[in-house]
């Protein structure tokens, strides 16, 4: 799997524990680090931060790609094998534009695809695979995410919908984004720098499996 990790220098940490997990789970070996762009405007330096990545795959030549920010981790790593096994099995199917490992959002048919589930309105932006097909659509949506964000006043708005997790929203109704129906991932909890706050959100991951 070819793809990058979003990393701001000074989180040596968040850096370190990525590195951790790639040697850990040889799934994540060929992800590489990807310089984050910081940005005092909310939701800014991460929405560039993707686009970054996104545009830079642009140069890799490959069925489908990760991008990952650096505080995703494994919840559940038997569920995270079983994943990778039924991943292998769906990989060069047609039925899916993107895979999103952290999901929180509205299953919209269970079993879409084997032993994954289609999901709208999803938004978390913490690991996904993106077909290559998909790739100049998701860096338009983002584009213009950005450009929204740029004209905002760089307040902290809840689900501002310019960010990169309410930006690709209204796609997810015409496209099909799935997630693996037993939940493995989340994020890791600490500090953010872009809510400024200690943050944990893994019971919304929890959740998602009864929705």
């Known amino acids: 799997m070819e793809g990058f990790y979003i990393n701001l220098n000074h989180r040596i940490d968040r850096k370190n524990h990525i590195e951790k997990l790639k040697v850990e789970y040889p799934f994540f070996q060929n992800i590489k680090r990807m310089e984050a762009i910081y940005s005092d405007k909310y939701g800014l330096g991460c929405a560039l931060s993707h686009l970054k990545c996104l545009q830079e795959l642009e140069n890799i030549d490959k069925p489908y790609y990760l991008i990952m920010e650096d505080d995703f981790f ?22 899916w534009d993107v895979i999103t490992l952290t999901p929180r959002g509205k299953t919209k048919k269970k079993k879409f695809l084997g032993n994954f589930n289609k999901i709208i309105k999803t938004q978390t932006a913490t690991c996904y695979i993106l ?28 689900c501002n919908k310019n960010c990169v997790d309410q930006c690709w929203k209204p796609i997810q109704e015409k496209t099909n984004w799935i997630y693996y129906y037993k939940i493995f991932a989340g994020q890791l909890p600490g500090y953010s720098d872009i809510q400024k706050k200690h943050v944990n959100y893994n019971n919304g991951f929890f959740s998602q499996r009864n929705k």
């Open 74 to 95: 494994i919840l559940n790593k038997e569920n995270f094998n079983n994943f990778i096994n039924d991943f292998e099995k769906i990989k060069n199917n047609n039925n």
């Open 131 to 158: 077909k290559s097909s998909f790739l100049k659509t998701l860096i338009e949506i983002i584009k213009q995410g950005v450009e929204g964000l740029k004209k905002g006043s760089g307040k902290i708005i809840k």
